[in-house]
Nanobody, 127 residues
């Protein structure tokens, strides 16, 4: 299975932007639906967004809809999370995850569905 490595986290002021990347190893990336999750201090891990194998279907948490955009480049084995209009409540460790699936349009918001996880990248939004 693929291995995932996130990058792009950091410290940003409220209203700013960051772009996270998640690079996958291995030749089977295009067989994985991908998702981003986050865990804020003292809170449970929560779903952020998911994207289907070819990128044609996406599904966002209400808390980020209209501010975050997920995309993927299967030729580069990478999924991206563009985060705009960041808020202090977006502060969390962000994880990308992959679920191998035969469904081209499959998207998954339940973390239990995912087979592989990255190590996480810290995003801190100051007020």
């Amino acid at each position: 299975q693929v291995q995932l490595v996130e990058s792009g986290g950091g410290l940003v002021q409220a209203g700013g932007s960051l772009r996270l990347s998640c690079a996958a190893s291995g030749p089977t990336f295009s067989t994985y639906a991908m998702g981003w999750f986050r865990r804020a201090p003292g809170k449970e891990r929560e779903f952020v967004v998911t994207i289907s194998r070819r990128g044609g279907v996406t599904y966002y948490a209400n808390s980020v809809k209209g501010r975050f955009t997920i995309s993927r480049d299967n030729a580069k084995n990478t999924v991206y999370l563009q985060m705009n209009s960041l808020k202090p409540e977006d502060t969390a460790v962000y994880y990308c995850a992959g679920k191998r699936t035969t469904y081209y349009s499959g998207t998954y918001y339940d973390s239990a569905e995912y087979d592989v996880w990255g190590q996480g990248t810290q995003v801190t939004v100051s007020s």
